[in-house]
């Protein structure tokens, strides 16, 4: 075990920023993309590099037909945009709305939709209680084992105070805000700092992350009905997303500048006792300065457990951890995209360069199940949603993507997409950056909207669908076709 952090209502201590002996990963495992998937018939394929939408096809409309391999949409429910992490839970999606759409939005705060019916999806209710209303970014999480959806208000980027709890097992379609005071929709503040959140996989406990500052709150949750802080804690400078492992003990929380992943001890919070420590076990970095680690999933293959950890800048897409050894997590194996190689940067930073800060990442991924996992789906940035062949974790290999149509010119009819709304749109070439340095940063005109941001978690649902969410087309459910997946 590292040097701990007591975790208390008053105050935290910072974690030191110590290497792990696992920090360097092998070079040989960053030297090619993974391999194309092979579209089959009713395919729309990509016209460029893996991943890429061309300049030329931005100017030109195409990308406003969209591209697919393997994939077919089955229904949309577009409402008016949506942002960045959205989840789902039985037949229903969860969407949360833009900030810088309030006011303009004819239905404010978390869109309730009912996919029973994949191919009409509708809009159920909306939920518009503290958290709900200002913006959860990347905090909205389902519980599945307790029901239960909850988000931190973030609002712009980071937030602070609210915390909404709504029991979704009764009727997914009608949520119940459980935390609420006197019959109103307002609820007790039980945070701090918020941006990214995550469940206990027992439902016990609600983590947040704060972003800037490295900041943690633990909430305990064991009474939906009246959460309350269980600590809040400081790690490193700055921090991102997060998930825990099968039993709570451990927090997997990935880094920026550069990123990686720590291992951490929250046995003290899960077992709640008094005077609660975190501790550090291990971390691993990768990437450039500039580099951020968004999540990691915890996984097993042939019973030894690894980490599959997006990154959502410089064109690190996603790593696979081993932590076998999790006092010396090492990476072995690296799933990039042809867009994304270093030797394509500039291209990447041309194609991108008037559609928002973010170029071709990844954001948010999910697996079709956790233990022996054989299919990974991940949401990108300008690249759609893809998905990979992960039975062998050291040979991956794509085997379907959708990246829907290109909502260009739409900005007025969508003002719950933060693609469309959000001030920080207006700053281009963010991703550009790399170990060498920027290739260029603009501040222009609103994100042209020449592909769509699909961000959030994909999920694979029945025997052959995929259900994404993507910040301009909104809740889309897709079909593989072509025998490329199917349970």
């Known amino acids: 075990m590292r040097a701990g952090v007591m975790l208390g209502l008053a105050g935290a201590l910072l974690l030191p920023a110590i290497a792990g002996s696992g920090s360097a990963a092998q070079a040989d495992q960053f030297e090619s993309a993974v391999p194309r998937a092979v579209c089959g018939p009713g395919s729309s394929p990509e016209s460029g590099l893996q991943g890429q939408v061309p300049l030329a096809d931005r100017q ?81 999480k389902v519980n599945e084992a307790r029901g239960l959806l909850a988000g931190v208000s973030v609002g712009p980027v980071i937030g602070t ?122 971390r691993v970095t990768w990437g450039g300065e500039v580099s951020l680690g968004q999540h990691a999933i915890p996984v097993t293959w042939g019973g030894k457990p690894y980490l599959i950890a997006a990154d959502e800048f410089s064109g690190e897409d996603v790593h696979i951890v081993d932590i076998g050894d999790e006092t010396r997590p090492t990476v072995v194996r690296q799933i990039q995209l042809e867009i994304s190689r270093p030797e394509n940067a500039d291209l990447a930073a041309q194609d991108a360069a008037s559609n928002g800060p973010f170029g071709y990442d990844v954001h948010y991924c999910d697996v079709d199940r956790r233990t022996n996992p054989t299919a990974l789906a991940c949401g990108f940035f300008n690249s759609g949603v893809r998905v990979f062949d992960i039975r062998n974790p050291l040979k991956p290999r794509e085997i379907a993507y959708f990246n829907p149509p290109a909502q260009v010119g739409k900005q007025s009819l969508l003002p719950g997409s933060e693609h469309a709304q959000h001030p920080l749109m207006y700053i281009s070439n963010i991703s550009a950056y790399r170990d060498a340095g920027p290739t260029g940063v603009t501040i222009s005109n609103m994100a042209d909207l020449t592909a769509d941001y699909c961000g959030s978690p994909p999920r694979f649902v029945g025997r052959d669908q995929l259900w994404v969410s993507c910040q301009d087309n909104g809740f889309l459910a897709l079909r593989f076709t072509n025998n490329a997946f199917r349970r």
């Open 161 to 282: 105070l609210a915390f909404d709890v709504y029991d979704i097992k009764t009727d997914c379609t009608r949520p119940k805000l459980l935390n609420s005071v006197a019959g109103t929709e307002f609820t007790v503040p039980a945070s701090t700092l918020n941006h990214e959140g995550q469940w206990s996989p027992d439902g016990k406990t609600y983590w947040a992350t704060s972003l800037a500052g490295g900041g943690i709150t633990a909430i305990d949750v064991s009474d939906p009905r009246s959460p309350r802080i269980a600590g809040v804690g400081t790690v490193g400078v700055v921090n991102h997303g997060f998930e825990l492992s099968a039993d709570g003990n451990r927090l997997y929380l990935t880094t920026a500048f550069p990123a990686g992943v720590i291992v951490l001890d929250v046995s003290d919070i899960q077992s709640r006792k008094p005077a609660p420590m975190m501790r550090e076990v291990g």
């Open 60 to 140: 030109s409309g195409r990308s406003q037909q969209g591209y697919s391999c393997n994939l077919e949409l089955l229904g949309r429910y577009q409402g008016e945009g949506t942002t960045w992490v959205n989840p789902q839970y039985r037949h229903c999606a969860y969407h949360a709305t833009s900030m810088a759409g309030i006011g303009k939005k004819k239905s404010e705060g978390v869109q309730v939709i009912d996919a029973s019916n994949p191919r009409k999806p509708r809009l159920s209710t909306n939920l518009t209680s503290p958290a709900m209303f200002s913006g959860t970014w990347e905090s909205l």
